[in-house]
């Protein structure tokens, strides 16, 4: 039985699965990006949970990474705004996952250039989702 983290991760996933660009998850990056962009959702990291006692209860504030990037585009900077949108209306959509979390909010893409030997430079930005969720379980 997945773990509630993993299920929201996956929840996630499908999630940003429904946008034109192609979402990967975990994975590395292909050697080509195709045309309407690429989504890769690093699981990132839980951090230290609030504890609350009675009944035990551990609060995350998980923060997980979309890697959203494009390639081979005339004007890549407004392709990879439009894509780093596309991910926060698609969680601001459904910002519980399906009831799976009690909060779900993008923050501000990091823009990062990705050069490409022998090909187009790629434009990518990390775009930063908080999951905020709770469990009876750091294991659960």
Request: with cysteine; net charge negative.
């Amino acid at each position: 039985m997945p773990t509630t983290r993993e299920t929201i991760l996956t929840a996630l996933h499908a999630r940003l699965s429904m946008l034109p660009a192609t979402a990967l998850r975990g994975d590395v990056l292909p050697e080509r990006v195709p045309a309407a962009g690429l989504l890769i959702l690093r699981d990132g990291e839980p951090g230290e949970p609030e504890v609350t006692l009675s009944p035990l209860t551990y609060h995350y504030q998980h923060r997980a990474e979309i890697e959203a990037i494009v390639q081979g585009v005339h004007d890549r900077d407004a392709a990879l705004d439009i894509l780093c949108a596309s991910v926060g209306a698609v969680v601001a959509g459904e910002r519980t996952l399906g009831g799976l979390c009690e909060w779900s909010e993008t923050e501000a893409p990091q823009p990062v250039d990705l050069p490409v030997e022998g090909g187009p430079s790629l434009k990518a930005g990390i775009v930063g989702v908080v999951l905020h969720y709770s469990v009876a379980d750091p294991l659960l």
